[in-house]
C-alpha cells in the first residue's frame, strides 16, 4: 500500500508495509555536482505533483572497503548524482495524523570516506515498529565532503548532515515526528561528526540528544587536515585546489583517493579525512555539553583490524615495543596490560592499549566533563531536576561486550549496529546466524527509551562511573570498570 507525505519542497509516495510506512531517497539538498561540486550544500528545487520515495537514493561516491574488510561490510552503491537524501521510516502510516513522536537521525561511520543508508543493517522499520521515526542520512564523503582546500568551503560533509537536520526540523511532522525531540545517533565516524555537531553554531537547536557509538569526538587542525588533499594532488599532478579536482574525472579520482587513504584504519593511522576546526562550522574541539548524550564502545573494537587481516598474530614483541615507543606509551602502562591479560600476544596487547587510548579513555574523560561539581553517586533517579528547574544535561555509558564467533572477530568494532537497528538477519557478515535476539531486544529498547525520555535504563554517569555492560545471557551495570587501566592514559 501506499501512502504520501508532504513537505515544503513537495510531496512524496512512500510505501506501508506492516504498519510502518518507509520513504526512501528522499533529496534534501540540491545534487553537489557541476558548479556546486566542493560548494556548500544548496536548497532542493521543489517538485510539482508526486515523487516516488519507493527506492533509495544515489549514495556518494566511493571504493569499496579493501579486502578482507570488502566481506564484513559490504558496500551498495546507487549510481546517480542527487547522493544528498535521506530516507524516512515512520509507525502507524506516517502520514502526520499521530504527531508529536521521537524522532532519531543516523547518521553512518566509516572513517568519512565509506558508507551509505542503503544497507540493509540501517533499515529503521524496528524503530518505527516501536514509535520512533527513523531518518537515515546520505552525505558527501572523502575528498569531495572532507577535503581541505584553499578555495572551498571546509567540512562539507558536516554541512550535508546539518542540511539534513534542518530538512527535518522543517519537515519532520508531516510524518509524524516531534521535531522539538530530535536524537541524532551515529557509529564510528557518525559518533564522531555527532561530537562536532554539538558543538557548531550552525547546528544549535537542530536536535536534543545524541547518542555516540564507538567514536570519541576527533578534530585536526585545517593543515593537517589538507594532508590527504596534497598527497592526491602530488599523485594526480594537479594544483591542491578545488577547481582543479572538480576538473579531474570522478572515476580517476576515486582511484587515487584510494591509493592514498583506502589502506589507512583507525588503529594504525595514516593519512586520511578529519573534521577540521575551520573557526566557523566547528570553532571549537568537540566537547558536547549543551544536550542528553549516550555515548559508549565494545569491548574489543580493535579486532575488526587486527584479526580479519592477520595482524593480531603477526605483531611481534618487538613490534609492541616500537609501537610504544612511537606512540609514548610509557611502559609502565604496558605492564599494566600486560598482568591483566596472561597469555595474551603482543597483538593482542597493542590492540587493547590502541582501544582504550583511541576511544574508551577519550569517551570516558568526556563524561566526566560533563559531571557538576557534586554530581551525585546515587541511582539515576537523583539526578533528575525537581521544583520545576530545567534538567542538566545527563550522560549515560554503555559497553558492547557480547563476542561474535565469526572469524573470532570477538566484541569487534560496527557488531553493535546489527542489534540497535534489531536487525539480527541483516548482520550476519559480522554476527553469524546465532546472534542472541534478547541482547538486541535489550539494546534496541535502550536506544528508544532514550530517544523517548533521555533515560535508557541504567544510571546516569557519576564519580562511581556506572557502566551498563550488554551481554548475552546477561547483560548489567558495573562501576568502574578496569578503571585502572583506563585511568593510566589521563
Known amino acids: 500500500m501506499h501512502t504520501i507525505a508532504s513537505t515544503r519542497q513537495g510531496k512524496v509516495r512512500g510505501q506501508v508495509r506492516d504498519g510502518v510506512a518507509a520513504y526512501l531517497g528522499i533529496p534534501y539538498a540540491a545534487p553537489p555536482f557541476g558548479a556546486r561540486r566542493f560548494r556548500a550544500p544548496?536548497?532542493?528545487?521543489?517538485?510539482?505533483?508526486?515523487?516516488?520515495?519507493?527506492?533509495?537514493?544515489?549514495?556518494?561516491?566511493?571504493?569499496p572497503y579493501r579486502a578482507p574488510l570488502d566481506r564484513l561490510i559490504p558496500t551498495p552503491r546507487v549510481p546517480g548524482d542527487g547522493c544528498l537524501n535521506l530516507n524516512v521510516w515512520a509507525p502507524d502510516?506516517?502520514?502526520?495524523?499521530?504527531?508529536?513522536?521521537?524522532?532519531?537521525?543516523?547518521?553512518?561511520?566509516?572513517?568519512?570516506?565509506?558508507?551509505?543508508?542503503?544497507?540493509?543493517?540501517?533499515?529503521?522499520?524496528?524503530?518505527?515498529?516501536?514509535?520512533?521515526?527513523?531518518?537515515?542520512?546520505?552525505?558527501?564523503?572523502?575528498?569531495?565532503?572532507?577535503?581541505?582546500?584553499?578555495?572551498?568551503?571546509?567540512?562539507?560533509?558536516?554541512?550535508?548532515?546539518?542540511?539534513?537536520?534542518?530538512w527535518v526540523r522543517d519537515n519532520i511532522a508531516a510524518f509524524g515526528g516531534d521535531p522539538d525531540s530530535v536524537t541524532v545517533f551515529g557509529e564510528s565516524a557518525g559518533a564522531i561528526s555527532i561530537a562536532a555537531l554539538t558543538t557548531s553554531p550552525h547546528a544549535r537547536g537542530l536536535f536534543r540528544r545524541a547518542i555516540m557509538q564507538s567514536g570519541a569526538p576527533?578534530?585536526?587542525?585545517?593543515?593537517?587536515?589538507?594532508?590527504?588533499?596534497?598527497?592526491?594532488?602530488?599523485?594526480?599532478?594537479?594544483?591542491?585546489?578545488?577547481?582543479?579536482?572538480?576538473?579531474?574525472?570522478?572515476?580517476?579520482?576515486?582511484?587515487?583517493?584510494?591509493?592514498?587513504?583506502?589502506?589507512?584504519?583507525?588503529?594504525?593511522?595514516g593519512p586520511g579525512f578529519h573534521i577540521v576546526v575551520d573557526d566557523d562550522v566547528v570553532p571549537a574541539d568537540p566537547a558536547p555539553?549543551?544536550?542528553?548524550?549516550?555515548?559508549?564502545?565494545?569491548?574489543?573494537?580493535?579486532r575488526l583490524w587486527f584479526v580479519p587481516t592477520g595482524a593480531v598474530e603477526r605483531i611481534s614483541g618487538l613490534t609492541l615495543r616500537l609501537a610504544l615507543l612511537k606512540f609514548r606509551i610509557p611502559g609502565r602502562v604496558a605492564r599494566l596490560y600486560r598482568s591483566g591479560r596472561p597469555g595474551a600476544t603482543p597483538g593482542e596487547i597493542l590492540g587493547e592499549m590502541a582501544t582504550d587510548m583511541l576511544l574508551r579513555g577519550p569517551l570516558n574523560r568526556l563524561a566526566d566533563t560533563r559531571l557538576?561539581?557534586?554530581?551525585?553517586?546515587?541511582?539515576?533517579?537523583?539526578?533528575?531536576?525537581?521544583?520545576?528547574?530545567?534538567?542538566?544535561?545527563?550522560?549515560?555509558?554503555y559497553?558492547?561486550?557480547?563476542?561474535?564467533?565469526?572469524?573470532?572477530?570477538?566484541?569487534?568494532?560496527?557488531?553493535?549496529?546489527?542489534?540497535?537497528?534489531?536487525?539480527?538477519?541483516?548482520?550476519?557478515?559480522?554476527?553469524?546466524?546465532?546472534a542472541p535476539q534478547p541482547l538486541a531486544d535489550a539494546v534496541h529498547r535502550a536506544w528508544v527509551s532514550f530517544a523517548a525520555s533521555g533515560d535508557p535504563g541504567w544510571a546516569d554517569w557519576s564519580r562511581r562511573r556506572p557502566v551498563m555492560v550488554f551481554d548475552h545471557p546477561d547483560s548489567g551495570p558495573a562501576f568502574s570498570p578496569r578503571d585502572e587501566e583506563l585511568r593510566a592514559w589521563l
Open 42 to 63: 544548496a536548497p532542493v528545487e521543489p517538485w510539482e505533483g508526486v515523487r516516488d520515495a519507493l527506492e533509495f537514493g544515489p549514495t556518494a561516491p566511493q571504493r
Open 93 to 166: 502510516g506516517g502520514d502526520g495524523g499521530d504527531r508529536g513522536r521521537p524522532v532519531m537521525v543516523w547518521i553512518h561511520g566509516g572513517s568519512l570516506r565509506n558508507g551509505s543508508t542503503a544497507l540493509p543493517l540501517y533499515d529503521g522499520s524496528a524503530f518505527a515498529r516501536d514509535g520512533v521515526v527513523l531518518v537515515s542520512v546520505n552525505y558527501r564523503l572523502g575528498v569531495e565532503g572532507f577535503g581541505v582546500f584553499p578555495d572551498a568551503p571546509d567540512n562539507r560533509g558536516l554541512l550535508d548532515q546539518i542540511a539534513a537536520l534542518r
Open 218 to 269: 576527533h578534530t585536526v587542525s585545517r593543515g593537517e587536515g589538507a594532508k590527504a588533499v596534497r598527497l592526491m594532488a602530488k599523485r594526480l599532478g594537479a594544483p591542491a585546489t578545488a577547481e582543479a579536482f572538480a576538473a579531474v574525472d570522478r572515476e580517476r579520482l576515486l582511484d587515487v583517493q584510494d591509493s592514498v587513504v583506502g589502506g589507512v584504519d583507525p588503529i594504525g593511522g
Open 289 to 302: 555539553a549543551d544536550v542528553d548524550l549516550l555515548l559508549g564502545a565494545n569491548r574489543e573494537e580493535y
Open 372 to 397: 557538576a561539581p557534586s554530581a551525585p553517586s546515587a541511582p539515576s533517579d537523583l539526578s533528575h531536576s525537581s521544583g520545576g528547574r530545567p534538567q542538566a544535561p545527563r550522560t549515560f555509558v
Open 399 to 434: 559497553e558492547f561486550a557480547w563476542r561474535s564467533p565469526v572469524l573470532d572477530l570477538g566484541a569487534c568494532h560496527a557488531l553493535e549496529i546489527g542489534f540497535v537497528f534489531d536487525t539480527l538477519r541483516s548482520s550476519r557478515e559480522l554476527t553469524g546466524t546465532g
